[in-house]
């Protein structure tokens, strides 16, 4: 196997990266965590979709969820690409033309890979991927435990599960045929009950027979009886019918007889209706005319009434227009005006007084606080110079006073009484202000009289107003009113005049001739109804007639058929008597048969039951066979088991012996193994211990690929590939020295190693090398040069 | 014009764990002396032009030994040949992974600050020089995965200097030595990447690497290294060999059916032939060995030989039957199910068991196994 190229896509720690592969050795370097172990698990998730972590953990933490490994790589000349994600997989051969899909799946694409590589999962991890603690497996504690891990790498345990597997189907068989044999009981019973379920069998045939025979009887004379039974049956139908029919006849005739009441009605109907139509047609003809003269004669009347109304109205208006006196609007408007402007004038006089006052008031109390405090002052200095004074010392330097000297005190006196006096002064203008002055109190007082005679002004042109607009009212009214009348008047010259008189003669004649009409009114249909009557009599007259014809048909064939009632009945009942007869044979007949059939069936089931017991002994000599086989084919397997166990040491010596000479360069040919998978080098002809560190890395990098080397020999491949994951990792600077030396030995061996390790040394002794590192930013892996190589300048 | 094509030095490639005198690593120290060899072959030919198709180095960051070596060499071969024209076409192997990592190469380009004057070195992009007459299209291993658009020059000598495998290249698509060998007007196609000299057309060649640098040198062993001269007058390119500094000898195996260690020792002794003063890298593969007698050789037979050579790698293939003529239990391309079926083929079973049915129910209890094996 030739790994090409891997790409990961929001693979573990990987968003999006793409490490390409060459021959010889590549070193994946990084530190702990940057994902160099992750390459190598996408490697083998992308050919069996196995990984160490779940489902969960593959895809990146911060991606979308789409977890996707593309790995290309060749078996032989042959070059593939298997693509695979969380829930589908596909594997390509690639080829010049066209690439060719192989299998799709994730199931279907790690079996086409395990044929590919002939590796199991297990089987590609342990040749192929060399972890440390897998360098280091000679350390385990006993020979046991090292020979079942080796067992385990090379597949040999699976013999031991198979083993077991087999033993316990044997284990299984021979249980189940104990319990078959107990279960399995003699065979005599069971061939007695099946020969007494034959005499049984025979007798119920018999008896069957029988009831068949007796039932055949009953129904042929049955069959001999019916025609009579029927004519019996309709003879006695047909006398139910006869009544029936009687009692219609008697109906329909009264229903005859009612419709011929109804004609005869319905012609004296008409017959009135012919004597009453003139007078109906005269009252037809006067009644639109009198009801013209009536309607003439109410409007007049109403007019009439108008009129008189009117006048009284126009009457009243012109008195009280004539009461209500003519008022000058605009002379009051005017005077309302004059007297605003009088009270506004007044009303700034007032304001500009008060202002006045205000202030005067303010600088009084402004004065009072100066005068105060100047007169606070001199006190407090009156205080400290009498004071000092009483020292001999001036209160202004300190120094002693001369006699003659006028006191400082005495002066501030004289200013303080000065300072009282200004403050009395300014306290007695305060005390004057305190209430309104002159000018202002008579201002206010003009004030209030020009309001008052404001107010009185509004008040007028108010009043005014209201009874100007009442007199135009009622002149609009009276002239409204006037028109009204002309109209009327106008109008009741236009209507016809009439007679009251001959109104009330033509209101009396058509009165006189109202009963008649409506009488003819009332019999308007009297022949359309006596036209139906006599259709319905015709109907009813044919309906008994009908009657009257079936029944005397129902009569004569009865008369035909023979048959009285009783005589009719009589036949009925013996007939059903046979029927019943025919019941009771059938239904031994019946029971007969399911007694047949049972008995048969018994048989049936003795007939199995010994059919079954072959079949049962037969099993039971299969399942000895087969525990037979299975305890066979498990000794087999632990016995090849055994031999394969045997060999490994020997084969794994010679293995892990040639790997050694390769690594040495023939230095070393060979080492030996004892039982406890201790070894010794062969240094020339001599044997010698493994002493020191780097001896035994090396005879455990040789046991290791000659283990390698054995498990693909079983795949009958050849050994192309060697992954080694941190197999440097707690190595010190000697051995890991020793052992990077051994990589250029080893790359003669394999066509493409690839080397993991978190130690950048590594990439010296590394024909390629893939940076990984943490982009915290990005928060992924990316793959980089080497830092050396990043930093010249392109 | 003449153009000696050159190619797949590997310098500072190392294999096996011997040192020289100077604590180098032994073949890095040859693989350098043949670069050296070379170089000097090209110099008594006088080209014009050198042109190196790539995996000048062997690694992306190469040791400053071999860097200070080689700045060294170049410098003195550029000063003999006044400045001419040496054209580097990376390889795969100086190809950094990111563009803005830059290429160790770039150190020499004299066209960069204090490189070696003279040197011109593509590494990435495909670009075209022009060398007087000669016009030469470089195509680094990095431009592979493009679309690439190259097309000779008209009136012009048209050199195309490529580093990738045909084959592999055909596999994108995009390009294709053959198809282009055949259908342009290239005077000649000089190709890196391939470890063995081969005339791919009659105007395109691969002039194979300088030394023995590739995982499996066995296959190569008889093949000779060496440059290419190409002249632009005649068209004619031709293969100059140059041996490198240490042999790789492939003895001729010998089965060991029946053999004794004795006897196998014998063989082995007078299968390992050549000069002692020569420390080659030698194989010598045997074939049906017994364990037992593989076990039980004279170590100091193969140590001897080893002493004589640089490395010596005896390729042990076993017998598949053990001394019983059974089949070797494991042996290569055996599955444990091969054993089950030879193992059960010979085992004693009793008389009311069929064979068969015991071979097939142990091969099904097997895969079974395998079956729970995975489950746990």
């Known amino acids: 196997m030739f790994l090409r190229k891997i790409r990961l896509y929001n693979f573990r720690q990987f968003v999006d990266a793409e490490i390409d592969f060459t021959d010889g050795i590549t070193a994946i370097v990084g530190p702990n965590g940057s994902g160099k172990t992750t390459v190598i698990e996408a490697i083998s998730w992308a050919l069996y979709g196995e990984n160490r972590a779940t489902k969960e953990t593959i895809a990146h933490i911060w991606g979308d969820n789409k977890a996707e490994v593309s790995l290309e790589f060749s078996v032989g000349r042959r070059e593939y690409r298997v693509e695979r994600s969380l829930d589908s997989a596909k594997l390509w051969e690639l080829a010049a033309e066209e690439d060719k899909l192989m299998s799709t799946g994730l199931t279907a694409v790690t079996s086409q890979c395990e044929i590919l590589l002939n590796l199991t999962y297990d089987q590609f991890r342990s040749s192929f991927c ?281 002066k501030l006196e004289k200013d303080l009484e000065k300072a009282g006096s200004e403050v009395s002064s300014a306290k007695k203008k305060l005390s004057a202000l305190s209430s309104a002055p002159l000018p202002l109190s008579k201002a206010s007082q003009a004030a209030d009289e020009a309001k008052g005679a404001s107010e009185s002004a509004d008040k007028n042109l108010r009043d005014g107003r209201v009874a100007h607009e009442r007199r135009m009212e009622e002149m609009a009214s009276l002239k409204n009113a006037q028109e009204q009348l002309a109209d009327l008047e106008v109008e009741l010259k236009r209507m016809p005049g009439f007679d009251r008189e001959t109104v009330e003669k033509a209101k009396a004649e058509l009165a006189a001739l109202q009963e008649p009409w409506e009488r003819s009114m009332r019999l308007a249909h009297a022949p359309e109804y006596l036209s139906a009557a006599k259709k319905r009599f015709d109907v009813a007259r044919a309906r008994f007639e009908e009657a009257k014809a079936e029944q005397g048909a129902d009569e004569a064939r009865v008369k035909k058929l023979g048959h009285t009632k009783e005589t009719a009945q009589e036949l009925i009942e013996a007939f059903e008597r046979l029927q019943k007869e025919i019941r009771n044979a059938e239904i031994n007949a019946a029971s007969q048969t399911q007694i047949a059939a049972a008995t048969i069936e018994r048989m049936r089931v003795a007939r199995d039951r010994i059919r079954s017991d072959r079949r049962s002994r037969a099993a039971a000599i299969e399942l000895h066979g087969k525990y037979i086989l299975h305890a066979e084919v498990a000794k087999g397997l632990t016995e090849l088991r055994d031999r394969l166990n045997a060999q490994t040491i020997p084969r794994l010596q010679l293995a892990a012996s040639d790997s050694l000479a390769q690594l040495t360069g023939g230095r070393y040919l060979g080492l030996k193994l004892n039982d406890r998978f201790e070894a010794t080098i062969m240094d020339g002809n001599t044997q010698k211990k493994v002493i020191s560190g780097g001896e035994e890395d090396m005879v455990h990098l040789a046991l290791r690929l000659g283990l390698a080397q054995m498990i693909q020999d079983a795949s009958g491949q050849p050994m192309s590939l060697l992954i080694l994951d941190e197999a440097f990792g707690s190595l010190d600077t000697d051995r890991r020295d020793n052992l990077m030396e051994r990589l250029d030995a080893l790359s003669g061996i394999f066509r493409q190693i690839i080397v993991i390790s978190h130690v950048e040394t590594i990439k010296e002794a590394a024909d390629q090398c893939v940076f990984l590192k943490y982009d915290p930013l990005a928060r992924c892996t990316v793959v980089e040069d080497p830092p050396c190589l990043a930093a010249i300048p392109s | 014009m003449k153009i000696a094509h050159f190619s797949d030095t590997h310098l500072g490639f190392t294999q096996f764990s011997a040192h020289n005198e100077a604590g180098l690593n032994q073949r890095e120290s040859d693989v350098f002396g043949t670069f050296c060899d070379v170089l000097d072959s090209i110099l008594e030919h006088e080209p014009d032009i050198i042109l190196h198709t790539g995996d000048f180095f062997h690694r992306l960051r190469p040791s400053n030994h071999t860097l200070i070596a080689t700045f060294r060499k170049l410098m003195a071969v550029q000063r003999e040949r006044v400045a001419g024209a040496f054209i580097i076409v990376a390889g795969n192997h100086e190809s950094p992974r990111s563009a803005g990592s830059g290429c160790i190469l770039d150190l020499f380009d004299g066209e960069k600050g204090a490189g070696i004057p003279g040197v011109q070195v593509v590494v990435s992009g495909t670009r075209k020089l022009n060398c007087g007459e000669v016009e030469i299209a470089c195509v680094p291993s990095s431009s592979f995965g493009t679309n690439i658009n190259v097309e000779p020059v008209a009136g012009k000598v048209s050199v195309l200097a490529a580093h990738g495998l045909d084959a592999q290249l055909s596999l994108g698509s995009k390009f294709s030595i053959s198809e282009l060998a055949r259908s342009s007007e290239w005077a000649y196609i000089a190709l890196g990447d391939y470890h063995v000299h081969k005339e791919l057309m009659a105007n395109a060649a691969y002039c194979g690497s300088t030394d023995f640098t590739s995982t499996n040198i066995w296959e190569e062993a008889a093949v000779p290294k060496g440059w290419i001269l190409f002249d632009s007058e005649t068209g004619v390119h031709t293969f100059r060999e140059v041996s490198p500094r240490r042999r790789v000898l492939d003895l001729d195996p010998f089965d060991a059916t029946d053999l004794s260690s004795a006897e196998i020792a014998d063989r082995l002794h007078s299968a390992a032939q050549w000069p002692r003063d020569e420390k080659p890298i030698v194989r010598q593969r045997i074939f049906n060995v017994a364990p037992d007698a593989r076990m039980g050789l004279d170590s100091d037979v193969v140590r001897d030989i080893s002493l004589r050579a640089l490395y010596y790698y005896v390729d042990w293939k076993y017998a598949k039957k053990d001394v019983d003529g059974m089949p070797v239990p494991g042996a290569a391309g055996a599955s444990l199910e091969d054993d089950w079926r030879n193992f059960a083929s010979v085992r004693n079973i009793p008389s009311v068991i069929d064979r068969d049915e015991f071979t097939q129910t142990g091969s099904s209890a097997i895969k079974e196994a395998a079956g729970v094996s995975a489950e746990d």
């Not at chain 1, 045939?205 to 001999?224: A, M, V």
């Not at chain 1, 009692?247 to 012919?274: F, S, W």
Request: glycine letters at 4%; aromatic letters at 4%; a positive charge.
């Open chain 1, 130 to 410: 060399a972890e440390q603690r897998q360098l280091e497996f000679l350390k385990f504690s006993s020979a046991e435990k090292k020979q079942d891990h080796v067992a385990k790498m090379l597949g040999f345990d699976n013999l031991r599960t198979a083993a077991k597997l087999e033993k316990d189907r044997a284990t299984a068989a021979l249980a189940e045929w104990k319990g078959m044999k107990n279960a399995l009981g003699e065979p005599g019973p069971i061939r007695e009950e099946f020969r007494r379920c034959v005499a049984e069998a025979k007798d119920a045939k018999l008896n069957l027979g029988r009831s068949r025979g007796l039932l055949k009887e009953l129904t042929d004379e049955r069959e001999k009886f019916t025609l009579r039974k029927d004519a019996a049956d309709e003879a006695l139908a047909l006398i139910k019918r006869m009544a029936e029919r009687r009692q219609i006849g008697a109906d329909r005739k009264r229903e005859m007889e009612n419709e011929t009441a109804q004609v005869a009605k319905h012609e004296k109907e008409c017959a009135e209706l012919k004597r009453l139509q003139p007078a109906a047609a005269e009252y037809s003809e006067k009644k639109p005319k009198v009801d013209e003269m009536q309607r003439a004669a109410e409007a007049r009347t109403k007019a009439e009434w108008l009129l008189a109304q009117l006048k009284a109205k126009i009457e009243e208006c012109e008195k009280k227009c004539a009461a209500m006196p003519t008022i000058d609007i605009d002379k009051l408007e005017r005077t309302s005006i004059e007297m605003a402007k009088v009270l506004a004038d007044a009303e700034r006089l007032v304001e500009k007084e008060k202002q006045l006052w205000i202030e005067s008031a303010s600088n009084a109390r402004t004065a009072v606080a100066l005068a105060e405090s100047k007169a606070d002052q001199l006190n407090s200095e009156l205080s400290r110079a009498r004071e000092m004074e009483r020292d001999g010392k001036c209160a202004t330097c300190g120094q002693s006073l001369p006699p003659q000297r006028i006191s400082l005190g005495a």
